[in-house]
Nanobody, 120 residues
Framework: QVQLVESGGGLVQAGGSLRLSCEAS????????MGWFRQGPGKEREFVAA????????DYADSVKGRFTISRDNAKKTVYLQMNSLKPEDTAVYYC?????????????WGQGTQVTVSS
């Protein structure tokens, strides 16, 4: 089994920045990729960003493109989400996930989530 643990959430003012981290357990960790998702109050979970583990190609939701940056440290088995120019609508619980295949259905392992709150 793979255990994912997120950290770095908190309360920030609009326009501020946060960096989320997600560390994976296990002797070896080599998924197809990692992703970040979020779920705001009363909303469904939505895709935020993804990165391929080997090669590092990235993909972003339109709502965060140009503001958020996903990155990874393969040696540390950690994925990051740098969030700049935060907006109140970014308020949500942020989850990291690992996928074993290139499809959305490939996301099989999920973290517990970390709260991000952006005030006006």
């Amino acid at each position: 089994q793979v255990q994912l643990v997120e950290s770095g959430g908190g309360l920030v003012q609009a326009g501020g920045s946060l960096r989320l981290s997600c560390e994976a357990s296990g002797r070896t960790f080599s998924p197809y990729g990692m992703g970040w998702f979020r779920q705001g109050p009363g909303k469904e979970r939505e895709f935020v960003a993804a990165i391929r583990w080997s090669g590092g190609s990235t993909d972003y939701a339109d709502s965060v493109k140009g503001r958020f940056t996903i990155s990874r440290d393969n040696a540390k088995k950690t994925v990051y989400l740098q969030m700049n120019s935060l907006k109140p609508e970014d308020t949500a619980v942020y989850y990291c996930a690992a996928r074993l295949t290139a499809t959305m259905a490939g996301y099989r392992y999920w973290g517990q989530g970390t709260q991000v709150t952006v005030s006006s």
